[in-house]
């Protein structure tokens, strides 16, 4: 769904060659272009029961914590492409994005590396009240957002 919309938003862009993008940008963008009407309409009805199931849940719990991301940071310069780098980053906010809930980071820690680790919050669509209550509370009781990696001089 994100590349289709993705392509509607710049079709006019990637029709004349999307020079303003790099090339790692320009190959995501271009990924829609593949994904048909048939595809995009499957995915609509799994956004819709994965949001049903998010609403069950909800009525159970008043919110969700897990780690905002699978791994640390990524270094800036990387061998594997934009699109695999994305993924990996984004596996743990993408579900309560397709699911419609709000979400919050709040710092947790620092890896072993001395790279900030978040922790991510969600609760009901519109609950956004909760979750601002719950990172202030995490916060009042913690230190974790007031840390700073250091910065390596290179």
Known sequence: MIYLDACVTHAERLAIGGENWGPQTLERM?????????????????REAWVRQMQTV?????????????????PIIEDRNLFEATRAVTANTYVGAFAK?????????????????????????????????VGCAFQDVTDWHTLRPAIPKG
Not at 30 to 46: I, K, P
Not at 104 to 121: A, D, K, R
Request: aromatic share 6%.
């Open 101 to 133: 809930i709000p979400g919050l980071s709040v710092p947790c820690g620092l890896s072993t590396e001395g790279l900030p680790i978040g922790l991510m919050l969600e609760a009901a669509a519109w609950n956004e009240p909760l979750l601002l209550q």
């Open 30 to 46: 271009r990924m829609g272009l593949s994904y048909t009407g048939t595809d995009y309409a499957r995915a609509m009805r799994h």
């Open 58 to 74: 909800f009525k159970k719990i008043d919110v969700l914590l897990s780690p905002t991301t699978k791994t640390v940071a990524p």
